[in-house]
């Protein structure tokens, strides 16, 4: 078997999904930068793999939770999780999410400048967040499933080959970017930390924040590291 270090993040969370939860302890990007090896990804923050794929192993091998199979989905099962998980989340919690920073910004920002970065930062993503999910749905996902029944039934492509390789593209710029805003904002709130005097609604918004990003590198990581290769596989 494989040292766990010299393994990628996107391959040791897709083995084990439960190892996010590790890597999102450490702040090691198992989504956008999922191809960088365990060692790699720990070198550049100057932390221990071997410490980390201890409590990796251990995590596994302590732990019989049950595993959702997405290594094992077809690409519409896999499509249908997605939207039905992450979209559905995205979309109920990010205006929820806007308006309790919204509020925190209006009513504490002179106290907290940071949050109307914050703000700012998090409407950016609310907005690139309603587009990708609907250029996905409407475009590259039907495309996929079309050519997923069109290898099953050894029938030709007609034009989902160029659909698919031109939006993963543009899907994995925007995941990047998503990524890049996320990262801004735990950075201003100190990685979501609470300070002293905040209000209810200002510690929710912070544990929604990070939610939020938890979700998002979830999702990230079923789009970048297991539909797309699985699609690219279909337009061979």
């Known amino acids: 078997m494989t040292n766990i270090t010299?393994?990628?993040?996107?391959?040791i969370v897709t083995n084990d999904h439960r190892a996010a939860t590790i890597f999102e302890k450490y702040s090691l990007d198992f989504c956008c930068k999922g191809k960088r090896t365990l060692?790699?990804?720990?070198?550049?923050?100057?932390?221990?793999?071997?410490?980390?794929?201890?409590?990796?192993?251990?995590?596994?091998?302590?732990?019989?939770?049950?595993?959702t199979?997405?290594?094992?989905m077809?690409?519409?099962?896999?499509?249908?999780?997605?939207?039905?998980?992450?979209?559905?989340?995205?979309?109920?919690?990010?205006?929820?999410?806007?308006?309790?920073?919204e509020r925190v910004a209006m009513k504490h920002g002179d106290r907290f400048p940071y949050m109307i970065d914050?703000?700012?930062?998090f409407s950016e993503i609310r907005n690139e967040?309603?587009?990708?999910?609907?250029?996905?749905?409407?475009?590259l996902f039907p495309a996929i499933v079309k050519a997923e029944n069109a290898s099953i039934n050894n029938k030709s492509l007609n034009g989902e080959l160029h659909i698919i390789r031109?939006?993963?593209?543009?899907?994995?710029?925007?995941?990047?970017?998503a990524?890049?805003?996320?990262?801004?904002?735990?950075?201003?709130?100190?990685?979501?930390?609470?300070?002293?005097?905040?209000?209810?609604?200002?510690?929710?918004?912070l544990a929604e924040l990070k939610a939020f990003e938890e979700d998002l590198h979830q999702h990230v990581h079923l789009e970048n590291n297991i539909l797309f290769p699985m699609a690219k596989r279909l337009i061979e």
């Open 39 to 67: 060692a790699d990804a720990c070198s550049e923050k100057g932390l221990s793999s071997a410490e980390i794929a201890t409590e990796i192993n251990t995590l596994i091998e302590t732990g019989n939770a049950t595993q």
């Open 179 to 205: 990524g890049e805003i996320m990262f801004k904002i735990r950075e201003h709130t100190n990685g979501y930390e609470e300070p002293e005097g905040a209000c209810t609604t200002f510690r929710i918004s």
């Open 118 to 121: 914050v703000l700012r930062l």
């Open 74 to 101: 077809t690409a519409e099962q896999l499509v249908s999780y997605i939207v039905n998980h992450h979209h559905a989340y995205v979309k109920q919690a990010m205006p929820q999410i806007h308006s309790h920073v």
């Open 6 to 11: 010299q393994q990628t993040l996107a391959e």
């Open 129 to 139: 967040m309603t587009m990708h999910m609907h250029k996905e749905e409407m475009i």
């Open 69 to 72: 199979p997405f290594s094992d």
């Open 166 to 177: 031109g939006a993963i593209q543009v899907m994995e710029s925007e995941h990047d970017s």
